[in-house]
């Protein structure tokens, strides 16, 4: 399995602003480019640790093969643009939509694909997140300002902890893979 980025989030689910508050940052844009650099770090470790995608984004999952379904990753899932099989030589196919159903996370096939090249023979193109920051839970955002901070006051040392209180915050959230 490999799953490309193909559109980043548009924005972040916490702004400039309300970071420098959090971090008690007086006005003036002195540390405005270091602290707009760790928001997206902060928003990074938080869906790395949860398993979702916060912001709408873009991806691409690509899949040696699969039964009749696929779990789709970074949930919510938004939306599916496009599933393209690829014959072992390289002959892609787009399958209409009436070829597949989205249920959830899973992409459940009308019938299993068949006939795929050994290596990536499955594309998926999806949309993932919550949508914009409004549509993130507080408790997200919350744990991402603390994020932000740890990133700001150890910036320069070779790792940053995740605070526990962020990590109180993020494990309701978090996707656990049995």
Known sequence: MLLQLTTPPAAEPVTLDQAKAWLRVESGNDEDALIAALIPAARARAETHTGRAL?????????????????????PLQS?????????????????????????????????????RAANGIQVAFTAGHGDAADVPAPIAAAILQIVSALYDHRGSDVAPTPDAALALLAPYRILKL
């Open 55 to 75: 912001m709408t984004q873009g991806w691409t999952l690509w899949l040696d093969g699969c039964g009749h379904a696929i779990e789709l990753p970074l949930p």
């Open 80 to 116: 599916v643009q496009a599933v393209t099989l690829y014959a072992p030589d390289g002959t892609a196919t787009l399958l209409e939509a009436g070829a597949y159903a989205v249920a959830g996370q899973r992409l459940v096939f009308a019938a299993p694909p068949t006939n795929l």
